[in-house]
């Protein structure tokens, strides 16, 4: 996997770490944070489409697979990376999200890899526009479990 396959990010957050499962997990909970309106429930196999309520991004659809939810520890979705449109699910990008307890709350690491996979011509700018939008989507999931 080369460096530019993935992104990472690790943020340390003051909740207990069931408080952030469920941020993550609980559909509404998620839409809330990450600004999106979401058409049901999460369950492993599930497909999930989504709609931006981020201003100026409204347009932007997707879908998103349920990959993965063990409690407490790992949520896991794959998704459409760099073309909303892609219809071809090998293509579609794997995020995780990874929960460990430390003595400040809860450290969450967040991984969304795949982007190798992309046509070259997307790559770099959907690796960029994703790069960007988890550094905010972790503070938005700061603001939201450290109330």
């Not at 998103?64 to 909303?84: N, Y």
Request: charge should be negative.
């Amino acid at each position: 996997m080369s460096p530019t396959d993935r992104i990472e990010k690790q943020i340390v957050l003051r909740a207990p770490r069931s408080r952030v499962w469920r941020a993550l997990t609980n559909h509404e909970e998620f839409a809330s944070w990450f600004r999106v309106k979401l058409d049901g429930a999460f369950a492993v196999g599930q497909i999930v489409k989504a709609q931006s309520t981020y201003p100026g991004q409204e347009e932007a659809k997707w879908e998103m697979r349920i990959e993965v939810m063990e409690p407490e520890q790992l949520f896991a979705f794959t998704w459409p990376a760099g073309d909303a449109e892609a219809a071809d699910r090998s293509l579609w990008n794997r995020v995780e999200f990874r929960l460990e307890e430390v003595p400040e709350g809860t450290r969450l690491t967040l991984v969304e890899s795949g982007f190798d996979r992309l046509p070259p011509e997307r790559r770099a700018e959907a690796w960029r526009l994703n790069d960007g939008g988890w550094t905010e989507q972790t503070q938005n999931i700061r603001r939201h479990v450290e109330v």
